[in-house]
């Protein structure tokens, strides 16, 4: 059974360029979660999706970063435009929302702007 | 608000011993849910173990075991027979029936052979 897939892997860019960042979460999850890890801050929740709809998009930084979930199976995180200090590694999580369901979380796209 | 405290940075523990790392939440609820979270070199976050408030046993999974303490809210995470494999970031999180998980700043494991 797949897991939950990111895409890239791995992303570097120039400063000022548009990033996207992809996840497919595990089928039947309806729970999407986009966090953002820096040795600095730590693990941080951005947004959070239900069902597809957003529920909490308070740890969003700023206009800069927007996420949509068009369906139940794909979301994306975008960053424009993008600048250094988005440099981070980005995961993507998914849950079953029943009882004590985990989360599980992909491998993370690590986010170099340069 | 919930909270979820991890009050060692870092710990070290020699192969084969047993480490315990701690860790408290706050919150008024009385349903709710405990998380041990993995994260190795790797990067990946690999679920270690969970633990159900209205439960009173203390779950366990093979070498990984928790001491559950609810009225004083705690819930530290025992690792029996260390072994190299386990140095990571270990994280405690807290989840509300329904809602976000709550993430506590985590705890760097050292293994020494």
């Known amino acids: 059974d797949a897991g939950v897939i990111q895409s890239p892997r791995h992303e570097v860019t120039e400063m000022g360029q548009e990033v996207t960042l992809r996840c497919k979460p595990i089928?039947?999850?309806?729970?999407l979660f986009w966090y953002r890890q820096t040795m600095m801050r730590g693990l941080e929740l951005l947004i959070y999706f239900n069902n597809n709809v957003p529920i909490d998009d308070s740890g969003m930084p700023e206009d800069r970063f927007s996420a949509k979930m068009p369906n139940a199976s794909f979301s994306t995180l975008k960053i424009q435009p993008s600048e250094p200090r988005d440099s981070a590694v980005y995961f993507c999580?998914?849950?079953?929302?029943?009882?004590?369901?985990?989360?599980?979380f992909g491998d993370g796209t690590r986010l170099s702007i340069l | 608000a919930q909270t979820v405290t991890q009050s060692q940075p870092e710990m070290s523990v020699q192969e084969a011993e047993t480490v315990t790392l701690s860790c408290t939440y706050d919150?008024?609820?009385?349903?709710?849910?405990l998380f041990w979270y993995k994260q190795p070199p790797s990067r990946q976050m690999i679920l270690v173990i969970r633990q159900e408030a209205y439960k009173q046993q203390n779950a366990t999974e093979n070498r990984f075991s928790v001491n559950f303490q609810k009225a004083a809210k705690s819930f530290s995470l025992k690792i029996s027979d260390s072994q190299l494999g386990d140095a990571a970031m270990y994280f405690c999180a807290y989840r509300r029936t329904n809602d976000k998980i709550i993430f506590g700043k985590g705890t760097r494991l050292h293994i020494l052979p």
């Open positions: 999580a998914s849950r079953l929302g029943q009882g004590g369901q985990p989360q599980h």
């Open positions: 919150t008024s609820e009385s349903d709710y849910y």
């Open positions: 089928s039947g999850h309806d729970y």
